[in-house]
């Protein structure tokens, strides 16, 4: 195989790429380091598989755990910073990076590289919403990682069509040959009744003559006497006990149930311009009041609560959420839903746009006033829109 390919991939779009993270910096700097060190862990692989024969899966196993271990640091640090403003761009690259995977794929390696360029869309969708009026270095920073992912899809297709190709062949034992009948088994000569016998002619006549006595035959029988019958002896008609199985010990133990994660503690506060709700349980009381129009509402990991958001403010996200609602006035940007479930919104005043992500049941409540908001769905289901009526009643 051609690992040169391979090479021009990260002398190219991916020097630009991370020419544009150090560039935009932060978090999308930090992210970009170990998005290269994945990069170079996956060509030092490349080059070890392009120079040996295809070991056994545990061998493959160690090779692969440096990438392996790059990809989760990527998908750990945009774990660590969920509030943070960029966080669309380290999400674009954490939900596409798993492409990297593609030397584990068969038989078609390249659709899975797409497949994961896909999976990122949806934030590089987002960033090129928040940042092309603004600023078109985050817009060249898309089209550079994209490109990156695309250039790998060319060289996977190209050099890999069926998957990862090592470099040597194993030379293994040769075939065995092909089966025939088995051989005959040796000669044992003639079975005779005489042969069997051996030196012993004399025994044949010998049988004969015990069966031949007559009456006499019986004579070296045994009496059955009364206490062996059994119409006379009751004990006797008593069969063998029945099988019992053996009562279980009271020391065994009975199987132990997983222990449940330990629940985190909620949080509500504010932080600069973000106020963030974590973690509420059960909770129908948050109440946002007092907010700037510049500030950011995130609520993450939260079930069965509602939050009330008064005042005009920027945006409202809502994180890994579930049988969550959220009420708001008016928002300056839009409202987001990733990885929820079961989640409702409704809106008093205006919101130009509602982003839903990864999300199993979206009610989305509109009034007359927010008719012309924009909607962004993917890998979503069952969402309805709800639109007032003069009643006061809604209609999805």
Same mark, same amino acid.
């Given at each position: 195989?051609?690992?040169?390919?391979?090479?021009?991939?990260?002398?190219?779009?991916?020097a630009?790429?991370?020419?544009?993270s150090? $560039?935009?910096?932060?978090?999308?700097?930090?992210?970009?380091?170990?998005? *290269?060190? &994945? /990069?170079?862990?996956? %060509?030092? !692989?490349?080059?070890?598989?392009?120079?040996?024969?295809?070991?056994?899966?545990?061998?493959?196993?160690?090779?692969?755990?440096?990438?392996?271990?790059?990809?989760?640091?990527?998908?750990?640090?945009?774990?660590?910073?969920r509030?943070?403003?960029? !966080?669309?761009?380290?999400?674009?690259?954490?939900?596409?990076?798993?492409?990297?995977?593609?030397?584990?794929?068969?038989?078609?390696? &390249?659709?899975?590289?797409?497949?994961?360029?896909?999976a990122?869309? /949806?934030?590089?969708?987002? =960033?090129?919403?928040?940042?092309?009026?603004?600023?078109?270095t985050?817009?060249?920073?898309?089209?550079?990682?994209?490109?990156?992912?695309?250039?790998?899809?060319?060289?996977?297709?190209?050099?890999?069509?069926?998957?990862?190709?090592?470099?040597?062949?194993?030379?293994g034992?040769?075939?065995?040959?092909?089966?025939?009948?088995p051989?005959?088994?040796?000669p044992?000569?003639?079975l005779?009744?005489?042969?069997?016998?051996?030196d012993?002619p004399?025994?044949?006549?010998?049988l !004969?003559?015990?069966? +031949?006595?007559?009456?006499?035959?019986?004579?070296?029988?045994?009496?059955?006497?009364?206490?062996?019958?059994?119409?006379?002896?009751?004990? %006797?008609?008593?069969?063998?006990?029945?099988?019992k199985?053996?009562?279980q010990?009271?020391?065994?133990?009975?199987?132990?149930?997983?222990? $449940?994660p330990a629940?985190?503690?909620?949080?509500? /506060?504010?932080?600069?311009? $973000?106020?963030?709700?974590? +973690?509420?349980?059960?909770?129908?009381?948050?109440? =946002?009041?007092?907010?700037?129009?510049n +500030?950011?509402?995130?609520?993450?990991?939260?079930?069965?609560?509602t939050?009330?958001?008064?005042?005009?403010? +920027?945006?409202?996200?809502?994180?890994?959420?579930? *049988?969550t609602?959220?009420?708001?006035?008016?928002?300056?940007?839009?409202?987001?839903?990733?990885?929820?479930?079961?989640v409702?919104?409704?809106?008093?005043? $205006?919101v130009?746009?509602?982003?839903?992500?990864?999300?199993?049941g979206?009610?989305?409540?509109l009034?007359?006033?927010?008719?012309?908001?924009?909607?962004?769905?993917?890998?979503?289901?069952?969402?309805? =829109?709800?639109?007032?009526?003069?009643?006061?009643?809604y209609?999805?």
């Amino acid at each position: 195989m051609s690992i040169q390919g391979y090479r021009d991939i990260i002398q190219g779009p991916l020097a630009s790429y991370l020419q544009l993270s150090e $560039k935009i910096g932060s978090d999308v700097a930090a992210h970009s380091k170990l998005v *290269k060190e &994945a /990069f170079e862990v996956q %060509l030092a !692989f490349l080059e070890v598989a392009n120079g040996r024969a295809e070991p056994n899966q545990a061998e493959q196993v160690n090779l692969l755990r440096p990438t392996s271990a790059k990809i989760q640091a990527i998908q750990e640090l945009r774990e660590k910073n969920r509030p943070s403003p960029q !966080f669309n761009h380290l999400s674009a690259i954490s939900e596409s990076i798993p492409a990297l995977g593609w030397v584990t794929v068969k038989p078609a390696p &390249a659709p899975y590289v797409k497949e994961m360029s896909d999976a990122g869309q /949806f934030y590089t969708n987002r =960033v090129l919403k928040d940042w092309k009026e603004k600023d078109k270095t985050h817009v060249d920073w898309v089209k550079a990682w994209l490109e990156t992912l695309g250039e790998l899809q060319k060289y996977v297709k190209a050099e890999h069509t069926t998957g990862l190709v090592w470099g040597v062949r194993g030379a293994g034992a040769p075939p065995p040959p092909p089966g025939g009948l088995p051989p005959p088994p040796p000669p044992i000569g003639d079975l005779t009744l005489d042969s069997i016998q051996g030196d012993q002619p004399n025994d044949r006549s010998a049988l !004969f003559a015990q069966i +031949n006595q007559g009456e006499n035959i019986t004579r070296n029988l045994k009496k059955v006497t009364s206490d062996m019958q059994t119409h006379k002896n009751l004990s %006797l008609r008593a069969g063998p006990a029945p099988f019992k199985a053996p009562a279980q010990s009271s020391s065994v133990c009975p199987p132990k149930t997983p222990p $449940k994660p330990a629940e985190k503690p909620p949080k509500f /506060f504010r932080d600069g311009k $973000k106020w963030l709700v974590e +973690n509420q349980k059960g909770n129908h009381s948050l109440v =946002v009041e007092g907010a700037e129009m510049n +500030n950011v509402v995130y609520m993450y990991g939260c079930s069965d609560s509602t939050l009330t958001v008064k005042g005009k403010i +920027n945006s409202v996200f809502l994180d890994s959420c579930r *049988k969550t609602s959220v009420l708001f006035d008016t928002l300056v940007s839009s409202i987001e839903f990733v990885n929820c479930q079961s989640v409702q919104m409704q809106v008093l005043g $205006k919101v130009p746009t509602i982003s839903i992500d990864k999300t199993d049941g979206c009610q989305m409540y509109l009034n007359g006033d927010t008719l012309d908001v924009e909607i962004i769905s993917s890998k979503s289901s069952e969402m309805n =829109v709800l639109i007032p009526q003069p009643n006061g009643d809604y209609v999805s």
